[in-house]
């Protein structure tokens, strides 16, 4: 079964502060999908990165970054220099690619304030 | 492009009465799933299909739930009857084949209230 936790409920931050989001998961599987969701006040869910369970390599764009790392089975996203737009609920989600589609897993939600 | 469609966006209706949600998905894309969110369950896989047949409708909750893909541009999902613990948001994705098919790209969702 696979399994998505994300620990922290809520985060509060003042403005310009780097924020990380955690997000440890649990799969038999060997090759997976990990991904990482906004979710703003308005409610849609936007899709932000994607990362395939052979590609341990790091991502930034902007200022957003993650990383991922097999070894501890988690993948956790930075904000650098948090803007009040940022505060949205983030979702962590995993998919399994052995063959077969499937729907994505979601982890719970980190609800994220940006404070001015 | 146009995203994910989803209609009515919002939706308050009575208990016993029949709701259809609707949803277009991404031209060219040809897998559609439904999700639902609540508080209590977060978000949840209802069910998807993949060129129009219904793949996995293991989410469902219950025979009062029913969904079709008539064509490539629309899906339906059904509840009838109706009963306030349906309350939520349901939203509706889509993913193309290949390489990119696990970037499922997700409506504005409707939020159905049952009182």
């Known amino acids: 079964a696979q399994k998505v936790t994300q620990a922290q409920t809520e985060i509060s931050v003042v403005e310009k502060e780097d924020v990380t989001l955690d997000c440890v998961y649990e799969?038999?599987?060997?090759?997976?999908?990990l991904f990482w969701y906004k979710q703003p006040p308005s409610g849609e869910l936007v899709f932000l990165i994607r990362?395939?369970?052979?590609?341990?390599q790091n991502e930034i764009s902007g200022r957003y970054s993650w990383n991922f790392q097999k070894s501890t089975s988690s993948f956790n996203f930075t904000i650098t220099a948090s803007q009040v737009v940022d505060s949205a609920v983030y979702f962590c989600?995993?998919?399994?690619?052995?063959?077969?589609?499937?729907?994505?897993?979601f982890g719970k939600g980190t609800h994220l304030i940006i404070q001015p | 492009d146009a995203g994910v469609i989803q209609s009515p966006r919002h939706e308050v209706t009575e208990m016993g009465q029949e709701v259809t949600l609707r949803c277009k998905p991404i031209?060219?894309?040809?897998?559609l799933f439904w999700y639902r969110q609540t508080m209590m369950r977060g978000l949840e896989l209802l069910i998807y299909?993949?060129?129009?047949?219904?793949?996995?409708d293991s989410g469902m909750p219950e025979d009062r739930f029913s969904a079709k893909m008539p064509n490539a541009s629309f899906s339906t999902l059904k509840i009838q009857p109706s009963e306030p613990r349906d309350s939520a948001v349901y939203f509706c994705?889509?993913?193309?084949?290949?390489?990119?098919?696990?970037?499922?790209?997700f409506g504005p969702g409707t939020r159905l209230t049952v009182t």
């Open positions: 994705a889509s993913s193309a084949s290949g390489d990119r098919y696990y970037e499922q790209y």
């Open positions: 799969t038999r599987d060997t090759t997976y999908y």
């Open positions: 990362r395939n369970s052979f590609d341990e």
């Open positions: 989600a995993l998919i399994f690619s052995g063959g077969g589609a499937d729907g994505l897993t």
């Open positions: 031209s060219g894309h040809d897998y």
């Open positions: 299909f993949n060129n129009n047949v219904p793949i996995d």
